[in-house]
């Protein structure tokens, strides 16, 4: 083995199987030979299959996901793989078990005659359920990936010898900690990229002439250039903003990201002029709603510790304002790409339901508020635990409080802009009424919040901007025209 310019180890013999089960040391190696690759089929039309490992092809139009560090994995790329995989005998056995990998699309068979049965239409072809079944059986382990449709993927295990059926989920509750992180997989997507074009088993290009055009070519560098970071706030724990997310704020067409909106929310609670307002305001974000367990699946959920809880309700950098000076506890969420907030008021003991999104979805409630209702009791229980740590003389229940709906909130049926007007309708909020009038125009939105985000990160992120762009930035002082009617 030999150390190569990237810093990493690469092996010297190039016929050393390259999709093995992936180490950290080779995901975060994406050598010279890789790029060289990836810009081979650049100019390839989207119906041209570019991998054809067995019974799996992979068409450019499918390849592409691994190119984009945004876009969803396809099934496809996925299926390719598993039969690379396959066709090592050694990754096969492991710890003395035996190892079947089914491709992607069975799992949509096996949910489908589970959930239907008799109801759905049967196969022209011959049943295969017995041969499947007999393959499960001569085997230790089954590994079955799944597929939430366009939003996630999670692995499904079934155990022969322990008799259980495991999952491994990153967005789940895990005791293995490799398996939760995710951050050398992003590094991994080009690699896996190389892997399939130059493997042996890839007879898709083979014996077929490549023209590439030089206009066209892949460049794997655009990748890295979209994934680096140039918003980074660290306290009270750590927010990064790559140009991607960056690029994404202007998009009116896509929705606020989790991280944009966190940083938002502590824009707002870490502003000098926090301190000034009346009455005093505590600005929590996303974690706080994460944590507390809502709409996440019984067996994933945790219960988080009460000091854990009360650091949610610290007093944020810069603001001086302690929670116990506050009277009003704004309490962001997200659900289904819409954001909402809901403004507790301790004095008063009412709840404002601060939601953008118009009221056609309550048809099915008797009153407004039963809607909110599921978050409402999850907001609660988990503030009461943080009240043990933060003020043991709390005895209340924020279930129990009164609700208002605040007049003169924008709706929208734009569920994309819905986080840019919570994020100024928390700052304008004063517990009776808004102190001004938001105008909804997603653009001004967006462009003033882009800036007021470059300019609250200057510090760090400064030396990724253009001079000619700081020049710009130092130009503009208000930053609020044209936002309020």
């Known amino acids: 083995m030999e150390e190569n310019a990237e810093g990493g180890l690469e092996s010297v013999d190039m016929k050393v199987s390259r999709h093995n ?78 190892i079947y990998l089914e491709n992607s699309l069975t799992f949509y068979i096996l949910y489908r005659d589970g959930r239907y049965g008799e109801k759905s239409k049967p196969s022209l072809k011959e049943d295969t359920i017995v041969e499947r079944v007999t393959n499960y059986v001569s085997h230790d382990m089954v590994f079955i990936p799944i597929n ?90 750590p927010i990064t903003v790559n140009l991607e997310k960056l690029q994404g704020i202007l998009n009116v067409n896509m929705p606020m990201d989790r991280d944009i909106f966190n940083l938002g929310a502590r824009m707002l609670a870490c502003d000098v002029l926090t301190s000034f307002r009346e009455p005093k305001c505590h600005f929590l974000d996303l974690k706080f ?51 909402g907030v809901f403004a507790l008021d301790r004095k008063d003991r009412i709840i404002a339901i601060i939601d953008p999104t118009p009221f056609s979805q309550w048809n099915d409630y008797n009153h407004p508020s039963f809607y909110y209702l599921p978050k409402i009791q999850k907001i609660a229980k988990t503030y009461e635990r943080a009240m043990e740590e933060v003020d043991p003389m709390w005895n209340d229940d924020v279930y129990d409080w009164r609700h208002i709906f605040p007049s003169f909130v924008p709706k929208t049926m734009d569920s994309c802009l819905t986080g840019f007007l919570v994020l100024e309708l928390m700052n304008s909020w004063d517990g009776q009424l808004f102190h001004r009038l938001l105008r909804a125009d997603a653009r001004m939105l967006r462009k003033w919040f882009l800036i007021e985000a470059l300019k609250f990160t200057w510090d760090r992120c400064a030396p990724n901007i253009p001079e000619d762009l700081k020049a710009a930035l130092h130009s503009i002082g208000d930053t609020r025209r044209g936002k309020y009617i």
Not at 189 to 207: C, G, Q, W
Not at 305 to 331: H, I, M, R
């Open 21 to 98: 089960k992936p180490k950290k040391v080779h995901v975060k190696v994406i050598c010279a030979q890789d790029k060289q690759i990836i810009k081979s089929i650049g100019g390839l039309g989207d119906d041209r299959t570019v991998v054809r490992v067995g019974d799996a092809f992979v068409t450019m139009h499918n390849f592409k996901c691994l190119l984009e560090r945004s876009e969803y994995l396809n099934g496809d790329v996925i299926n390719a793989y598993i039969n690379l995989i396959a066709a090592e005998k050694h990754l096969l056995y492991r710890d003395g078990s035996s």
């Open 148 to 237: 939430i449709e366009r939003t996630h993927w999670y692995l499904g295990v079934i155990s022969g010898k322990k008799r259980e059926i495991q999952v491994l989920d990153s967005m789940g509750k895990m005791g293995r900690d490799e398996l939760t992180y995710a951050g050398d997989m992003e590094k991994f997507r080009l690699k896996l990229a190389a892997i399939l074009l130059e493997s042996d088993n890839n007879t898709a290009i083979e014996s077929e002439d490549t023209e590439s055009n030089a206009d066209e070519t892949i460049d794997p560098n655009e990748f890295y250039a979209y994934s680096k970071e140039w918003v980074i706030s660290s306290n009270p724990y």
């Open 289 to 339: 709603l994460w944590d507390c367990n809502y709409r996440r699946h019984p067996l994933h959920r945790v219960k988080p510790e009460p000091k854990k809880l009360a650091t949610y309700f610290d007093v944020w950098p810069n603001s001086g304002v302690t929670f116990s000076e506050c009277q009003l506890v704004f309490v962001p969420y997200r659900s289904c790409e819409s954001y």
